[in-house]
């Protein structure tokens, strides 16, 4: 490409409007198919966020859990069993439900997750928690995510100002402190609280039956060995997982219901189609406005290889330039969306690779496409 004359580029560069209506074409379709892969994977990183949070080395989990949306409960003897292990350091459990919270101030009620941990032993690492986990052995004491929906109220302002009382589950809580987790699908905000205080607030829930365990293991053992192990021991009404494990069966729960990957799949493809077309076009023009000078270089003993080659140079440098306006444009757009929604969405190299591998992709087909107008060109019926 850069050997002796460069044809490709310096065809590129001769007309430069053309050259940047194709680039911000390019960086278009490039950055729809950014944001419709990252809109996919922060909804996927977001439904499995709370279970990667989990301080645990294994969890146990019912074998029917599939989702937050509906967990199933398990007998807490289990986690006794578990702890009779050698190789187990301690066990806690997790209560899991979801509540009516009250915005304090607009008094309107709002779907909210909620979690009953045991506050003396490891539940989630997340910021803000460990500060504030022994306010929890207090009564109706609870802890709010600061990175939840704002239609919960002002909660973190409030709390600067003084005390805190809010409703939770037709009952008076206060809030006690702040911590990061972040809305998922399963809701839009979070609250952490006691198990004491969670079993008052769902009095319909039974202490022994809880809804995830967690286990911590002892330094230095082989976690496999010993998740096999308790696997075989344990009765068949509870599952041992790791803690990707119980991230990937949410995930699993999500992508099975087809809908939001088809959607995001769709926006992706449409994104593709429309780059193609794009560099199609460009290339076309190209070749048809050059005809009798591509038709010279065949009358000089140029083959249809050499010219074909010659396209899919310009369709690589199209590739390249469209790539980057489109990335730039996509890193803005990920930090707008999560300003304002507050997904976890953000720029990842395999995403950055997989889109600029679609690009070259494209930009080849298209300039592979359009060079059968030069097959087709005879310098005797052009000249």
Known sequence: ?????????????K??????????????????MFVQLGFLDSLYDSA??????????????????????????FSRERLYQAQSDDDVASVSSIYIGMGD???????????????GVEPTLPSFDLPGLAEHTDSLKQLNQVLF??????????????????????????????VAGLFTMGSSFVADGNIITSDSTFLKLYQDRRSDQVDIGLIQLKPGVDLQQVQARLAAALPPD?????VEEFAAVEKH?????????????????????????????????DVANHLPEYATLKAMGYDNRYLLTMLLQEALLLAAFGYIPGFAVAVG????????????????????VTVFILTLIMCSVSGAVASQKLRSADPADIF
């Open 1 to 13: 490409m850069l050997r002796k004359t460069p044809v490709a580029w310096l065809q590129l560069i």
């Open 101 to 115: 919270w009250k915005n304090p101030e607009t008094r309107l009620k709002r779907s909210i997750l909620v979690w």
């Open 238 to 242: 509870v599952r041992v997982l790791t």
């Open 15 to 32: 007309e430069k409007t053309r050259l940047l209506v194709a680039i911000a074409g390019i960086g278009f379709a490039d950055m729809l």
């Open 333 to 352: 757009l990920y930090h707008l969306t999560h300003a304002m929604t507050l997904l976890p969405i953000g720029m990842t190299m395999s995403r950055a």
């Open 145 to 174: 995510d600061q990175a939840g929906r704002p239609e919960y109220g002002p909660i973190p302002a409030l709390l600067q100002q003084g005390q805190v009382d809010a409703e939770l589950n037709r009952q008076t809580v206060q």
């Open 48 to 73: 499995t966020l709370p279970h990667r949070a989990l301080q645990a080395d294994l969890v146990i989990t019912n074998p029917q859990f599939k989702s937050l949306t509906s967990v199933q409960s």
């Open 253 to 285: 729960y999500w992508e099975s219901q087809g809908t939001i990957g088809f959607i995001f799949g769709i926006g992706v493809v449409v994104g593709f189609i429309v780059g193609t077309v794009i560099v199609y076009q460009i290339l076309y023009t």
